[in-house]
């Protein structure tokens, strides 16, 4: 958390009109598997590797109602793969489960503010 600079924190993108996509030097969201160059939440479980504990600002707000800000300040913050709630089509496919797509928007016009909890609330 002590390694969080100022300037990491101003570079998270808040909406995908704000992400800046580049192959080369951008960091892959585990979600929507975009290479952008915005800051990305890290998994504080030590089990964790790779782009598995790596979420972009609108996926994990969108996805989760969850916070890039809050995740990175936060000394235990588990990405979603670890607390075993990812809803991305890789995990849910290792789960038996089929890809959900764009779901946001059904989950808004359901008065969900996310993905997870609009899931949730169909078991």
């Known amino acids: 958390v002590e ?3 100022e300037r990491e924190l101003n ?9 800046v996509y580049n192959s080369a030097t ?3 969201c585990h979600q929507c598997r975009q290479k952008t160059t915005d800051t990305k939440t ?3 479980n030590p089990d964790c590797m790779g782009l598995r504990g ?12 969850e916070s890039v800000k809050d995740a990175l300040l936060d000394p235990d913050w588990h990405c979603p793969p670890c607390r075993g709630i990812c809803n991305c089509s ?21 008065g969900y503010d996310n ?7 169909l078991k």
């Open 3 to 5: 390694d969080i600079t």
């Open 54 to 65: 790596q979420f972009c600002g609108p996926c994990l707000k969108n996805r989760y109602g």
């Open 11 to 19: 570079n998270i993108s808040y909406n995908c009109r704000e992400k």
């Open 26 to 28: 951008g960091s892959t």
């Open 90 to 110: 890789f995990c849910r496919q290792r789960n038996g489960r089929c890809a959900t797509g764009v779901l946001v928007y059904l989950a808004k016009y359901h």
């Open 42 to 44: 890290n998994c504080r």
């Open 115 to 121: 993905v997870h909890a609009y899931l949730k609330s």
